[in-house]
């Protein structure tokens, strides 16, 4: 089982590039599963874990049901066990996949969470009221979120050499270390030019690459750091609701769509591998459209009212 799950490690590293913290995910769940088999009280004797069979998957996630967890926890661990399993069966270690035929449980549809135009200008704004390197940063910051979308770990890895100023374009380092190039406005740019420029006398010893968004020490600002500074400034702002940063990245693509942007062109610069990963913003849009003809078309309650 060790030589089994290090061999996996390497392969979710070097081939998959997946994240250390989707890394220790996996394997945490697969050590869980593999306990699971070894339970004298789920099975009438233990089972390795190769020779699991749909049956002993079925157990877990009845297993899992009766404990309570949530479906996204269900399925997250039904992840894991179905990238395993294919991992054996491409290294000939098993001639039968026992995920075959296992469905996950169906997922809730939550609408993702966005602010309106005015709400995101009035976040922005209430970093930009001093001129100090700590708040040029995060008016930097909750720019280039909104302008371009990105995600908090995208934001949290730039290094100065990765946006371009000339081009107004920054290189973005996204799921799977997969690079992609994204679109800023000048706003964003404007932003950072001012963050770079007083921070210059602590960059000087520093190399050409470099962390763009710093800490008080002068190291780069952590992820964790960022959402506390979104959720300052959305209390500063006067929203009235939690705003985290990837509801930033929800408003920047539901604010293209409403604008008249294709969904082609929203998952390029979203980093979505999948074009269905990005449709759950058309529906966003929908919702709104219908508001509008229900607020604005003569005939539109009394339609309904009818039937």
Known sequence: MKDLLADFRTFLEVERNLSGHTRRAYLTDLKE???FLKNPGNHAFPVE????????????????????????????????????????????????????????????????AFLSVDEAFELIKAASDRRDSSNLRDHAMLELFYSS??????????????????AEQVKVRGKGKKERIVPVGSPALQAIGSYLEVTKEKRKKQELSQPLFLNNRGGRITARSIA???????IKSGIGRKISPHALRHTFATHLLNAGADLRSIQEMLGHESL????????????????????????????????
């Not at 098993?94 to 449980?105: E, L, R, V």
């Not at 500074?229 to 959305?234: K, M, Q, S």
């Not at 449709?279 to 039937?307: C, F, W």
């Open 228 to 234: 506390r500074i979104v959720d300052a400034a959305a």
């Open 33 to 35: 599963f593999d306990n």
């Open 276 to 307: 269905s990963t990005t449709q759950k913003y058309t529906a966003l849009n929908i919702s709104r459209l219908m508001e509008v003809y229900d607020k604005a078309h003569p005939r539109a309650r009394a339609g309904r009212n009818e039937k």
């Open 149 to 166: 979308g990105l995600r908090l770990s995208e934001l949290a890895g730039l290094n100065t050499d990765d946006v371009n100023f000339a």
């Open 49 to 112: 874990i190769v020779n699991a069979t749909p049956d002993s998957i079925r157990s877990f996630m009845a297993h899992m049901h009766v404990r309570g967890l949530k479906k996204v926890s269900v399925n997250r661990k039904i992840s894991s066990l179905r990238a395993f399993y294919a991992y054996l069966m491409r290294t000939g270690v098993i001639k039968a996949n026992p995920m075959t035929g296992i469905k996950a449980p169906k997922m809730e549809k939550h609408m993702p």
